[in-house]
Structure formats: structure tokens, C-alpha cells
């Protein structure tokens, strides 16, 4: 079982820009999709995730634009979301070159969107997204971009998403993003135990060692992170090669 | 030479048709029987749900056209559930027939480990290729599927493991098959595709 462990930058996605935030305010300009699409493909990224974080239905031709402008850079899987409420919004974007798509706020609300787009694209084709915050001794669902708390606790979610359809878990701990000071290994293993679908780590993310700790301590197949990568603090290969002097399995690029 | 594509409406035929073209290859879509007849070569892209792909097919009538047009000796490469596609069944969908040209069902995975298999694996060797001709023996290829053909026989050139072992690609005379996206696949994937348009040339 020779799987290796995913590295995947994100593009936060406004308009037609990437732009860059913590704890998911307070957002600046990181570049040109396209631009950082082709410079991570060919550095060794093993997928690719753009989320559209206006989310709203005027932006949404210029994100299925950017979609294709995106895809066409890439030889590795896309993963587009953000603002997906129906298996119509979840087509378009399909059909604009993503490859599988995420399900956030939309999902909450209605769970059945799950099943729907799971039955017509395929469960390998639907990310479950989980913006969770630690409560006590659980972690609640956050949903509207990180804003809005949802009476859910984020470990019961993810089971109930997964026996709807979702072929992949997206969790991303609200305590960790854009604080740099490592992935939330605990809400990581704690999903990843709970599911039988496969776990992307998300928020954290700055140093080669929390990739390592995440990739074992907290069970996940595959971590994603942004601004590290644009910004140049963490290089995808030497990340790699990190990791693979730690017994983590990886594709190490050419 | 152009490769025609097979449109069956949920394949993923676009990103199928950017790799093709960044290796400078001709291709056309085709939803109709008569484009098929007329085909130098075809590629079956296959994402999602057996149902869904046999279905498409059946409705569009091109079941007979692609049985046809591979016992022709028209050089064919399934993808994913275009792999699948060629056997008799699916347990996916169980009372659907497959294309048949192959015998055996296509099964579930074992839930050993986490399905859908989503991610980069490696392949074992089993008989020369022509379509891994060049490529590294450890090159990682992108997966994504959680059913598979578990059953070898002579035509698998080289296998996966992941829970058990299963065809990862198969070569019978003109007809060839991968259950990775070589379309996603980095470089890798590219030389496979290269190789398959050597093999139509």
C-alpha cells in the first residue's frame, strides 16, 4: 500500500485573483491563478485546490474563467469550491476543468446536495469541506467562509457526510488557519479515524515538521496549504524530500 | 492521425483533450455511432458511475460501433471506467452488461483500506508494455476509482496494489487500457499518452 502522501496547494480565489488572509479576514493580493497553477505543477504539487472565496453569484463567470484558466496549466487533479448549492453550480464547474468539487455552507444547510452530486459525478468527484472550531472537548462546524458557527459537532459531520456520498474529507481547523503554528494534528486523527474516505489536513501549516507530524500523528493522506507556498517559505520539492528522508512516502518530482 | 475522443456527457473528455493537445495531438469529440466508423483511433475517458457510462453509451447507441470499430483493430486506450467498461459486468451496477471484450466482472476493492483508492500509487510490472515503455519502474500515477479489475490474466501488463492487487493497465492487440488518470498524472501520464499515439501512428 504504497499511497503516497498528498501535498496540496490552495488558491484562495477572488475573481480572477488569489488572494491570501488570515483566519479568513484581512485579504491581499497573492497573484495570477494561472500563473502559480503552472509554477506549482511543475514543482512537484501532486493537486491543485481553488476556492472561490466571494462566493456570490455575480463572480461566478469569472471563477468558472479562472476554472479554466487553471486547468489548462495543470497535468495533476483540480479540486474547484466555494458558493457550490446545487448539482448545476457543481457541473459548471466540472465541466470548466475541475475535477472534483467542495461542499461547504451549501451542504450544511442541505445534506441531500451531497447525494446528488455524489450519484451524478461520483463520490471520487465530491470533497466534503469542514471548517471546524474546537468547543471544550469537540470540534463545531463553522460555515459562510468561516463566519457563521452551525449547531454541528464537525467529527459526527464527516461520518454523515461520507454515508451520503463524500469520496473525500476537507478539515480545516479554524484554531490553526493562518496562524502558521502547525496543522490541528488532534481534529485530523480524529476525523481520519471516524471515516473510511480518505483526509486532507488544512490550517497551519509552515514548517516541513508539521507536514511530517500531520502525515502520522494525525493520520491524513494528504495536507494543503497556501500562503506558505506563495510566498516562497516552503519549497514543494525540498518539503518532499523532507518528508521521504522520514520514511513518508511521496512522488518525489523529476 | 486524430483521436477521437467519446463523449458520453459525464466523462471528464476536456481535461482528456488539454493533454492530448500539449503533446501536439489532433483529437475530435464524438457522441454519434457514424463518427465512430469513421475513427483512426479512440479513447474512452472514463469518471464516475458504471451505470451512468453504460447507460450513456447504450443511449447514444454506440455499444456496437466501439465493439465494432476494436475488433476492427482500431487502435482503442479506455481510461478509468473506460478500463472497466470493457469487461463483462460491474458490481457497481450488477445488472448491467458490460462491452464484453474482456471476460470477468469488475469488483469493489476490499475495504481494507480508505475508498475511493484517491491518490498517487505505483504499478508492478507483470509482462513488457508498450504503453510504459520509457517510463520509470517507480513512477507514481494518479488514481481514483474504488472499483477495479482484481482478476489478472495475460493481457495485464502491470498491476496496482491497494487492499489487493488489481489491472492497472492492459494491452490485447489494439486495445489498450489504464485504470489511472494518465491525464493527471504529471509526467508520467504524459509519456503513456505519447506512447499510445505512437502505437496509432
Redesign the interface.
Known sequence: MSLARRIIPCLDIDGNRVVKGVNFVGLRDAGDPAKLAARYNAEGADELVVLDIAASRDQRPTFLETIRRVAAELAIPLTAGGGIRSAEDARSVLRAGADKITLNTAAVARPELISETSFEFGAQAVVLAIDAKRAGDQWVVIVRGGREPANRDAIAWAKEGVALGAGEILATSMDRDGTQSGFDAALTAAISSAVSVPVIASGGAKLPAHFAEIFTDGRADAALAASIFHDDIQSIRELKEFLSARGIPVRLPC | MKITLLDYG?G?V??VE??LQ?LGAESQRATAPECIASAQALLLPG???FE?LIRSLDDRKLRAPIINAIRGGVPFLGICLGLQALYTASDEAPELVGLQLLPGRVRSLP?V??????????LLAKHKSQLLEGVDADA?F?F???YAAIEQREETVAAC???TEFVAVLEKENMYAVQF?P?????A??RVLRNFLRLCA
Open positions: 459525464a471528464n476536456a481535461s488539454r493533454a500539449r469518471v464516475g458511475h451512468t475495504p483500506a480508505k475508498l475511493p483508492h484517491m491518490g498517487w500509487n505505483r507514481y494518479y481514483a476509482h474504488t496494489s491497494y487492499g488518470h491525464e493527471k498524472s504529471g509526467d501520464g504524459a
